[in-house]
């Protein structure tokens, strides 16, 4: 079955990097596209960032524009999140998700199905 | 503040029907799909709507999901205990070129 399984978070300090890796099984990796998500304590659903199916485009939040990277190796099953001058507003728990449909490059089309248990990060 | 508006709470009895309402913008809810999702506690979130109004298999039909203009709503029939959750809407926003997610909506079944 479908499984994602995130790893790397911790606790780090302001203005340090981090990489958050999500490892992939059960589907053809290469045919969809990946997002993250995050989620403060006691705080709803922030989307971070999507990468599409083909790589050809990423997209970010305002808020890590510029700080975190998204990426994968096909490979290794690997979704992958460099994030790069942590703040304390970052502390959340970061889920790697799944587009739910192959292969589609319009991010309309680019809800998620299914979602890892998460890894958390803590900026302090 | 998020960019998608959802009641902060919502409750009913066992049985009843609960809807869940979703308030967007042309930029969003208006042009794009809409998904819901819901968060156990301590769990991670479950896709439960797609594309307004489609059920991946194992999901209930007693979920189901509408959208109408910039605004979106989720029902649930049948009010069960385990039902209890949190629920978030979510879509894409092209003015953003991001997604985007309802604050949330924490169901109690009394």
């Known amino acids: 079955q479908v499984q994602l399984v995130e790893s790397g978070g911790g606790v780090v300090q302001p203005g340090r990097s981090l990489r958050l890796s999500c490892i992939a099984s059960?589907?053809?990796?290469?045919?969809?596209?990946m997002h993250w998500v995050r989620q403060a304590p006691g705080k709803g659903l922030e989307w971070v960032a999507l990468?599409?199916?083909?790589?050809?485009?990423?997209y970010y939040a305002d808020s890590v524009k510029g700080r975190f990277t998204i990426s994968r190796d096909i490979p290794k099953n690997t979704l992958t999140l460099h994030m790069n001058t942590l703040g304390p507003e970052d502390s959340a728990v970061y889920y790697c998700a799944k587009v739910a449909l192959p292969a589609v490059k319009a991010p309309s089309l680019c809800g998620m199905d299914v979602w890892g248990q998460g890894t958390t990060v803590i900026v302090s | 503040q998020s960019v998608l508006t959802q009641p902060p709470s919502a409750s009913g009895s066992p049985g009843q029907r609960v809807t869940i309402s979703c308030s967007g913008s042309s930029s969003n809810i208006g042009s794009n799909f809409v998904y819901w999702y819901q968060q156990l506690p301590g769990a991670a979130p479950k896709l439960l709507i797609y594309?307004?109004?489609q059920r991946p298999s194992g999901v209930p039909d007693r979920f189901s999901g509408s959208k109408s203009g910039s605004a979106a709503s989720l029902a649930i029939s049948g009010l069960r205990s385990e039902d209890e959750a949190d629920y978030f809407c979510s879509a894409w926003d092209d003015s953003l070129s991001g997604g985007v997610f309802g604050g949330g909506t924490k169901l109690t079944v009394l």
């Open positions: 594309r307004n109004d």
């Open positions: 059960g589907f053809t990796f290469s045919s969809y596209g």
């Open positions: 990468l599409s199916f083909d790589e050809s485009k990423t």
